[in-house]
């Protein structure tokens, strides 16, 4: 076959480049940087250079799998589905739905399979035992943006290209292209804020490769964001370089708050001297256009709720949010804008059957998935379903965990690879590889530093044998809500949405006949009908030719390096949800935990403490089995600083024994002056090589699993999140 070439979005980070791809064979032979996409302008990572390994990989799952005792054994699809329906229907017959569990894993938001079905699956299940990777990532900031605007993806990032300050607290986009702010080329848009004179502050542990790259490095000791931002809070109220703050209420409130935290009072805590404190608050008043941005290293944290909080309170004192350069409410191509109010948000209208755990977003904490397992009573999970999910690896207490899913009655999993938590399972479903499935980006359209619209087609036709991932999540929806596998679960979908927009008077379409749109949807598959929908109805949609020009599938499938849509543009109050329809910026639950906090300031901090850490080539466990990402020297070690290696006898390439509340693991030993002293950090996502898993790469490149030490009992108690960053633990040589 005569040598091709496809162009696609990366679906492995939150990114999102657009990809050149060399088609040989009805192979992906080649892989670079798309020099005209809109969006990312030719950049790419080593993770999308190496995407043809992740399509090659020869330990990835081709067809269904179904586990016999402890044999596995190649199943059709229609076999495989009739195992998962017998499987999930005699545990609902015996104990009910709600012994039924979903957990969803982090390659969910980057599918559009994830994007379209994630949601109804969830919903189909009929249990409130509904677990995600959220909870151990970036719950905090669904949390605190659901109490100021009303709404949990309400998000606001950093106008990046014309901001002309930044201030970045525990994030490092040099090495993970960023995350809750979806911006192609993350390095190069810093570089280029400073090349236009303006300036970067991070603010981390670590002297990351961001850290390296910015104006100023401010060591601050883990989980203590918090403390510094109040600082910060303290400073702009006492200097008098509030700005005006029209359409907020609380400004009173979050001042009373804020003089228990003066510079002097929490310098000690976070180990940022009070006169950097105050400069920063300065620096950010004074700055024409300025920005706080934090990201996995504040939200899984102690405070992780609190410091997401403040971040959006100092944009919103110094006059920066929602405005050009400062943090603003992107607008994807498949959204409306809001009515500027709503019913809000709020946690706990259902609590965890072991612990009393509050529901956030409709779902658990993860870490409490292993209770609900094990422990017998009334609700008791006994059958489960993974999607793109590791959470042995990824969760604290995994260890546990594993040992829990091992004593379910029935689990199913949509996944490629047998791994650390798929080879619990009775059923592996396994999706096929990205060249071989349509995308576009539901969640990172509503994160992303500049408005643009997407869509890769399929680049390979799909192999026989192999089921399209929207195909696999449909029919599962289907049989957890006892309806035929090959039951229609998209039209009733699009019926509804078109029923809306026809009832809503703002809509173009409103009044119009269902019976004269639908025909006119386009896309081969139900999936893509939805999609097609979404866009013509969205912002910038054709309105099913009312708006000329507007966006459709099939304007997008005409412009395969996508479509620009302009920068950022100010969204208040109609991105508002509150009833007020104003921004609250004193929420009562925020202000209780405020107790928390002060407490914490006479608190005496001793010891070691750890921390993760990301790498340009890894992302969570999900790539460690492709060779072109885990060659060079050992990624997986314990990073200790000069003054405590030599205090506690560790040489560097020696082997430490680290213990903490979850358990003792050893790791090969670092030596750095990159972590400040009193701080060693491992990375997440290692600890692979299990016995029954399938990842041969990934078992020769094992490393250690920094989860197995970090506590599960631990969490952020507003979001439920897992505390991951300034854990306690003790370090000697093994």
Not at 512 to 524: F, K, M, V
Not at 564 to 587: H, I, N
Request: charge should be negative; charged fraction near 20%.
């Amino acid at each position: 076959m005569p040598e091709t070439t496809a162009y696609r979005i990366c679906p492995l980070c939150e990114a999102t480049c657009g990809l050149e791809l060399t088609i040989s064979d009805g192979r992906v032979t080649g892989a670079r940087g798309d020099g005209a996409d809109v969006f990312s302008h030719g950049f790419i990572c080593p993770k999308g250079a190496t995407i043809g390994e992740l399509e090659d990989d020869p330990d990835r799952l081709r067809s269904p799998m179904v586990r016999d005792g402890d044999h596995w054994r190649e199943a059709g699809w229609d076999e495989a589905f009739a195992v998962v329906r017998r499987g999930l229907g005699e545990v609902a017959g015996r104990h009910g739905r709600q012994a039924l569990a979903l957990y969803l894993g982090n390659p969910n938001v980057h599918t559009l399979a994830g994007g379209l079905y994630a949601g109804p699956l969830a919903r189909a299940l009929g249990s409130t035992h509904l677990y995600s990777a959220s909870t151990v990532d970036q719950m905090p900031k669904h949390v605190s943006s659901g109490l100021l605007f009303g709404d949990p993806l309400a998000i606001p990032v950093p106008d990046l290209d014309r901001t002309s300050y930044l201030l970045m607290l525990g994030a490092n986009p040099l090495e993970s292209n960023g995350s809750l702010c979806t911006a192609a080329d993350f390095p190069g848009r810093l570089k280029a804020l400073r090349r236009r004179g303006g300036t970067l502050v991070v603010v981390d542990p670590r002297r990351t490769r961001t850290a390296r790259l910015a104006d100023r490095h401010l060591p601050i000791r883990p989980g203590a964001d918090a403390y510094l931002l109040f600082g910060v809070v303290r400073t702009l109220f006492t200097e008098g370089l509030v700005a005006d703050t029209p359409g907020v209420d609380g400004v009173a409130d979050v001042e009373r708050l804020s003089r228990d935290f003066a510079p002097e009072d929490v310098a000690d805590v976070c180990g940022v001297p009070a006169g950097e404190i105050r400069r920063l608050a300065r620096e950010l008043a004074a700055a024409p256009s300025a920005a706080v941005y934090a990201r996995i290293g504040t939200c899984t944290a102690e405070f992780g709720t609190l410091t997401s909080w403040l971040v959006d309170v100092v944009n919103v004192l110094t006059g920066n949010l929602d405005r050009p350069g400062g943090a603003m409410f992107p607008l994807a191509p498949h959204r409306r804008p809001g009515t500027g109010n709503g019913r809000g948000f709020r946690t706990g209208r259902w609590h965890s059957r072991v612990r009393g755990l509050p529901e956030v977003r409709g779902e658990l904490p993860a870490t409490t998935l292993a209770d609900e397992i094990l422990t017998p009573g009334e609700g008791r999970v006994r059958a489960l379903i993974t999607v793109a999910g590791n959470p042995v690896l990824s969760l604290p207490g995994g260890e546990r965990l594993g040992d829990a899913l091992g004593d379910l009655e029935f689990m199913v999993s949509v996944d490629p690879y047998l791994n650390e938590t798929t080879r619990h399972a009775h059923v592996i479903l396994p999706p096929p590889p990205p060249s071989r499935s349509p995308h576009f980006d539901i969640a990172f359209g509503d994160l992303a530093v500049r408005n643009t619209a997407r869509y890769s087609p399929p680049a390979i036709p799909l192999r026989d044998g192999e089921l399209d991932e929207c195909a696999i999540l449909a029919r599962l929806i289907a049989i957890v809500s006892g309806q035929d596998a090959g039951a229609d679960v998209d039209e009733p979908v699009i019926a509804h949405l078109l029923g809306k927009a026809i009832a809503d008077p703002s809509s173009p379409v409103h009044g119009r006949d269902p019976a004269e749109l639908l025909p006119l949807l386009t896309g081969e598959t139900p999936a893509l009908r939805r999609l097609d929908l979404m866009l013509r109805l969205g912002a910038y949609g054709d309105g099913f030719g009312t708006v000329p020009g507007g966006l459709s599938l099939a304007a997008l499938r005409d412009a395969p390096h996508g479509v620009d849509l302009g920068p950022l543009k100010p969204r208040l109050p109609e991105v508002l949800r509150t009833p007020s329809g104003r921004v609250d910026l004193c929420p009562p639950p925020l202000a209780e935990d405020v107790s928390r906090l002060r407490g914490g300031l006479a608190r005496r901090r001793t010891g070691l403490v750890l921390i993760g850490r990301r790498h340009l080539r890894s992302n969570n466990s999900w790539l460690h089995n492709l060779p072109g990402l885990v060659r060079g020297s050992n990624r997986c070690t314990l990073q200790v600083h000069p003054e405590d290696a030599g205090r506690l006898g560790l040489a560097d390439a020696g082997t430490a024994k680290v213990t903490g509340a979850g358990g003792t693991i050893e790791a090969e030993v670092e030596v750095t002056d990159e972590v400040m002293p009193g701080v060693v950090s491992l990375p997440h996502g290692w600890g692979h090589g299990r016995p029954g898993t399938r990842m041969s790469v990934a078992a020769a490149h094992a490393g250690v699993n920094a989860n197995a030490v970090t506590d599960p009992l631990t969490l952020d108690p507003l979001s439920g999140n897992a505390v991951l960053n300034g854990v306690p633990v003790e370090v000697q040589p093994a």
